[in-house]
Structures are given as structure tokens and as C-alpha cells.
């Protein structure tokens, strides 16, 4: 299996774009990309087939296709390329079979990309779109959409280990801490609005958080889940270039390692599972990703995880083996997954303020790894030289999870 | 690379399934499959990966997430899975990604397949979903839909090669004589319906059919195009099991080996090219794929190409190499493409006659290709014992296209 190095990655702005459209914000996100690749690339030459992730173009904007269609609006057409979907992980798919294509011989070099617009819908429409990533025989004709299966999650999750909502507001808190360094984070701006016209100041000086939270401007949207509980709906692109580590050299002298990829599922439906406060997709994508990586846990220097909602940053560090179980929430509020903590996590504000383009996620995370690994975080930068990161990126319930581990 | 063993096959009947759902027509291919793998497997033991293609779910079924939704009903579930989307093209796609994984050596058997389930929705709904293969800011608007686009892709080939309708209907007799024989096309019961109906002998006896395709019953849809220059609309679903080359004996004695793929895109918008009897998206694919076999065009015994409407037959078999420009139809009219042929293609009926339930095609071509090669077609298997066959399966108007070159 041949070696594979990210060369590169570029992302937009994550947000509200009312004048761009899916394939708009894909330009600009390679634009980005090739700005970032240290020695130049020439992408009609060097990229030889481009996976792109989108969860449900055909929904937001009544198109499909999108591989053929971001390589012609690329200027690439004639090259391999097709759309991976896997719900909220559809382009950390799209890595997947970028990396495949790599390791296997096939390419020396691919592109790899996600995006989704989804501004352009109503809330209503966009909900009706995001609960295709449940089961529509079994789940939906409840009436359940995401919310509520988080708010499931999070009810187990507080029963089993006797805690609450108010300690559960130690996750945005920080989230929104760090998106607040983010230029790149949805809530940057937005949150600076909301502090100006309300006074409050959650993501600006970090006081106060826990008024505004328990205020009506925090209103409950299923128990225990309030409105900051949730990501935003969101619009965006993120873009990485993988390359044969034979020829990574001819484009960086930093690149970063894919040293670790594992995959996994779980039943798409929760009432399929035993325990909603872990998913065999994370524990068996990890377990794979550490395994191939020779990794453990530990020695993980910083992460980004899948907050789409805030009790899942709790699951998830615990399912990759952070912390154990009942201690993801705990370490959050000991400050261990703050930017000055002993494991980082969502540096980048994660998706909670960063924003959730839901195709685009998966690649975001890796933009923020490759800031970390690369010493070019900024005012965010984790301190000590981190020199290995791991991405988290799940699909609808927790059903799919790709975990991704890179060194510098 | 590690070496790609095809080790089984199996496919639903392609037509009208107004009882099954997607999963349910998945789950029925899956079954048909591990019947076919000769020493037999242990879906749960031996599959380390599942790729599944479906076009659009989301319209014809309200459901996405396809990859983790698969798994589950497979019970599968903890494996890595997700979907492939590549419009008609989307096994394939899933095709290519299994094959890559197990080349690169990160998995040694893996589960490929595709689905689509059509019927649901009305003839309106189906042709909008289909639709979104095509550009929806500049193709769409301007009204029309696929019959149209590849309309004029057949008025070009008419005006330049000096050939007319009637030529053209050397294609779809020479395909329902051949899905007659296929006891899993759609056409072979419908046909024999109308054959019933009008006494009309198309699909049965062969004679009349001229008299058959002028009449009313074949009414015109879209100039030069006709009812039956269309395929059906079609629920099914097709699965494949591929192995390295390194344990494929375990699962079978006469494996096919994957010799060659290519994968190549063409401009998604018809406006964009500059001849529409060719295809950039085949041509290329066809290249790739020739070039990794070792191969020439002349030596392919039997071929499945992607005849959603009849004109893209012969354009396929020219962009193949098969003949030269122009000569396509003209060989289907000389017999060279019929089963007795010098090269038979669409030996199982092709799209037009064995139905094209979008995200299964390229996998049930492959179906084809399986039986042909080990002498398993029964009434319709191919003489001189063919030892290399192709499948050239396609998305959009020709703007995505993979060819996959088999030898046993």
C-alpha cells in the first residue's frame, strides 16, 4: 500500500452565502486549496480524479451528478470523478476513496471535497432534508427529526452518569470560545450580532455565558436540547489534495501523513441499538484508524469531532478512548478539551460555531488539523508543537464515522 | 497494487416491483449473490467493506444515507459503508471504489452493488428525478429533460453519417431479441404482454417488428426518438463480491479478474462539447481501462454498453473503439453485434430491453459479463467461449462514464 500525504487544503468561509450556489462555494474552496499547496500545483495536470461529498444536492438544489459537474465547473472535465455520500460524513468518504485510489497505485494524485448549501431551503426544508439521514420507514413516521434523536442520546447519557444540561453547556461555551478565533466560523460575526443587540457576551469575552444560555434567547427545541445545543444550518465548502507520499515532496515540504483511516456503521436506526451513549461506528473506525496508525488514544495531541449537537462531543471523546466512559463530560468542564488543556478538542470552534455545511464537515475538520500540525493555527494555535491530529466526522445518528489520524 | 478477483454476482429481476422497497430489492440481490459465489460465503465473516450506488433515493424514496442503511438491513452493520453516486453511472462508481480499496490492500473482500426503486413515483416524478443528472441552472430551465438531450445527440449522428430513424431500430430489435432470451429483463414478460395484446410478435418471434415500432404503439416522444428508443423505467437492485487475488480461491475456481478500469467525465451541459457523437467521459474511461489490461478494442469478446436510448449504443460501441465513427449503427444493422455476431453486445437485452433501474445498471451489466465468461447465459451465451468482456456503463448525456474489462 502505497503511502498518501495531504499536500493541501482549503475551505470557505462556513455561513450564510445567498449568492453562491453549491458549485460557487466548490470554486472557491479549490481556489483556496491551490493557494495553499507550498510549491504550486497546476491542477489540469497534476489531479488525476476528484471524490466529491454532498449529502443532498437533489433537496437543496435539485441537482445531482456532482462529480461531473464540479470537474466541469472546475475546469477538469475528462477526469475520473463522482460524489460519495455518507449523511453528515459525506466527504470524509470522499477522502476515503481518494485515499484508496492513492494508496492503491491507481493515481499519484486526487482531489478530494464536500460541500453542501443549505441556506437556500427554509428551516422546515432543510429539516425535512437532514432527516433523510434517519431511516424514513422507521424512524421519521414518528415524527422524530435530529433533535430529538440527540435529545434521546442526551437523556440516556445524563441519566447514566448523573448530569445535566447545565453541565452539558461547558462543551458550547468552549466551542463557541474557540469559533470566536476562528475567521473562518459561521458564529463569528453572527455571535459579535447577537452579543451587540442583546448585550450578552458568549464569544466575546467569555462572561456571562451561562445567563445567555438559560435565557429566552437560548429557547428549548426538544428536552434537554436547547437552541446552542444545536449546530447551525449552514453553507460552505472545504477541499484537500492527496498525493503519493513518491511524489508529495514536488508540492510541500510540510505535508501532513494520513497515517491512520478506519471506517465504520452502526444501525441507522437508534431503536436498532443497545446503548445510545456510544456507537460501534466511532469505536470501530477508530479502533481501525489506531490500529493502522500504531496509535493509541493518548498520544493524539489535538482533535476535531462531530458537536452537531453538544452532547455528541461528550460521546465522541469518549468512543475514541479520550476519556472514559461518563468523563467526556467531565473533562470538558475540568477545561481538558480547551485550547490551553491537555487534549484539545474543536479547536477550530467545531461544528457547534464553526458551522455544518454537512458535506463539507469532514474536510473542514482536516483544514483545522492541518492549520494545528502545521504551527499556522494563529490566535488558536494549541500550544507545544502538536505533531499528531485525528478527525471524527459521523453521519446522521452517530449510523456512519470515518476517524482520520495525521502526522506532521 | 494488489490483484481484483470478481468471486460472484447476483441481481434481482430489473421491472416493476410495486411491493418491495429499496432494501428490500438490495437485500433479495444480496441473497441471489452469495448463491452464486461457488464455495460459498459468510457474508458476515468475510465482508470488510460495503459501497452501494443509488442515484437519487432521496426523491423516489425520502431516504439518504444510504451506506450505513444497507449495512443494517444486510446485517452488516459496524462495517465501513457508504454510498457512490455517479447519476446511471452509480455502481459502477461503487464498483471502482470497492476495487480500489481492496488494490490499495486495506481490505481483502468487499461487497459492491447498486439499487435503484422507480416505480413509485409517477412517469412526471421519475422523469424530474432523473433530470438532475443534467445541469439544473443551464440545461433544465431551458425545459428539457433526457429524451431531449439525447435526441439531439441522435439528430447530430443522423445528419452526419447520412442514417435515419429506421436504421436506428437495428439497435432495440437486435436488444429485445436478445432480452427475450433473459429471464431477468423487464421486456421479456411485459413484451410478451403487448405481443399478447396488439399480436405484434416483438420480443417472441421476430418478424413485424418494423411493423410494430411504426405503429401508434410506439408513439414519438421527442424527434428522432420514439417510445421504444427508450428504456423503462425499473426497480432493482445488483450486488458483486470482489476479492483480492490473493484469497479469491477460497470463494471460487473461475473468478473473473478485473483486468482494466477506467473512469473519465465529459462536460455535464450538452452545450459544452463540441460533438455530440462522442463522448470525452468513454473515451477516456475506455483509454484508462484498454491501457491497464493490455488489451486492444478488438480483443473484447462480449461488451454491455449503456443504451438508455438506442442512438447511445452506437455511439458507445464507436467511442469503444469497436468500430470506427459513424460505423456503429451499421454494424448493429450487418448483425456484427447480435448474439451470433463477431462482436455481441447487450447479449442480456441492454438497458432498452432488461430495464434500467438506474443505480444497479453497471453492476447488472457485470452480471452479464459473469455469466457470459463462464459460459453461464444458457439460451443466450455467446460461442467460442469468450474469454474477455466489458462493461461500459454511463451517467448523465455520456458525462460520466466507466469501462471495466474482465478476463477469466
Redesign the interface.
Known amino acids: 500500500?502505497?503511502k498518501v500525504d495531504l499536500v493541501g487544503v482549503g475551505m470557505t468561509v462556513f455561513g450564510k452565502h445567498p449568492d453562491k450556489?453549491g458549485r460557487d462555494l466548490l470554486l472557491e474552496a479549490v481556489r483556496e486549496t491551490v493557494s495553499h499547496v507550498d510549491m504550486g500545483i497546476d491542477i489540469k495536470k497534476d489531479v488525476k480524479?476528484l471524490f466529491i461529498g454532498y449529502?443532498?444536492?437533489?433537496?437543496y438544489?435539485?441537482?445531482?451528478?456532482?462529480?461531473?459537474?464540479a470537474?466541469?465547473w472546475l475546469g477538469?472535465?475528462?477526469?475520473?470523478?463522482?460524489?460519495?455520500?455518507?449523511?453528515c460524513?459525506?466527504s470524509s468518504?470522499a477522502f476515503?476513496?481518494g485515499?484508496?485510489?492513492v494508496?492503491?497505485?491507481?493515481y499519484d494524485l486526487v482531489m478530494v471535497g464536500g460541500v453542501e448549501k443549505m441556506t437556500g431551503l427554509n428551516t422546515a426544508g432543510v429539516t425535512d432534508?437532514l432527516s433523510?439521514?434517519?431511516?424514513?420507514?422507521y424512524e421519521?413516521p414518528t415524527g422524530i427529526t435530529f433533535p430529538g434523536l440527540f435529545a434521546l442520546m442526551a437523556q440516556e447519557y445524563f441519566e447514566k452518569y448523573h448530569v445535566t444540561w447545565d453541565d452539558l453547556q461547558a462543551i458550547p461555551i468552549k466551542n463557541h470560545h474557540n469559533g470566536a478565533l476562528n475567521p473562518r466560523a459561521q458564529f463569528r460575526s453572527e455571535i459579535l450580532d447577537i452579543a451587540e443587540k442583546t448585550g450578552n457576551k458568549i464569544g466575546v469575552k467569555f462572561k456571562d455565558e451561562m445567563t445567555f444560555l438559560k435565557s429566552p434567547s437560548n429557547p428549548a427545541v426538544t428536552y434537554p436540547i436547547r437552541l446552542f445545543d444545536c449546530c447551525p444550518i449552514s453553507d460552505g465548502a472545504a477541499v484537500a489534495v492527496l498525493a503519493s507520499g513518491d511524489i508529495s515532496k514536488n508540492f510541500t515540504d510540510k505535508p501532513l501523513h494520513v497515517e491512520g483511516?478506519?471506517?465504520?456503521?452502526?444501525?441507522?436506526?437508534l431503536s436498532?441499538r443497545k446503548d445510545l451513549t456510544s456507537s460501534?461506528?466511532i469505536v470501530?473506525?477508530a479502533r481501525a484508524a489506531y490500529q493502522m496508525a500504531g496509535v493509541k488514544p493518548e498520544e493524539i495531541d489535538t482533535a476535531e469531532v462531530h458537536d452537531c449537537f453538544t452532547i455528541n462531543e461528550a460521546i465522541i471523546t469518549e468512543d475514541l478512548g479520550f476519556f472514559g466512559r461518563g468523563e467526556g463530560l467531565k473533562a470538558a468542564k475540568e477545561g481538558r478539551t480547551a485550547l490551553s488543556g491537555d487534549k484539545p478538542v474543536n479547536t477550530d470552534g467545531g461544528l457547534k460555531c464553526k458551522g455544518h455545511p454537512v458535506g463539507a464537515t469532514g474536510i473542514g475538520m482536516i483544514h483545522e488539523i492541518w492549520l494545528q500540525l502545521r504551527g499556522e493555527a494563529g490566535e488558536r494555535q494549541v500550544k507545544g508543537n502538536p505533531e499528531i491530529g485525528l478527525t471524527c466526522n459521523v453521519?446522521?445518528s452517530n449510523?456512519?464515522a470515518v476517524v482520520l489520524i495525521f502526522k506532521r
Chains 1, 2 share one sequence.
Open positions: 500500500m502505497k450556489t480524479a449529502f443532498t444536492p437533489e433537496l438544489e435539485h441537482q445531482g451528478h456532482i462529480g461531473a459537474l470537474a466541469e477538469l472535465s475528462g477526469i475520473p470523478a463522482f460524489r460519495t455520500e455518507s449523511a460524513a459525506s468518504a476515503a476513496t485515499y484508496w485510489a494508496a492503491s497505485g491507481m432534508a433523510i439521514a434517519a431511516d424514513n420507514i421519521l483511516i478506519g471506517l465504520g456503521t452502526d444501525t441507522i436506526t436498532g460501534k461506528a470501530n473506525a453521519g446522521g449510523a456512519s
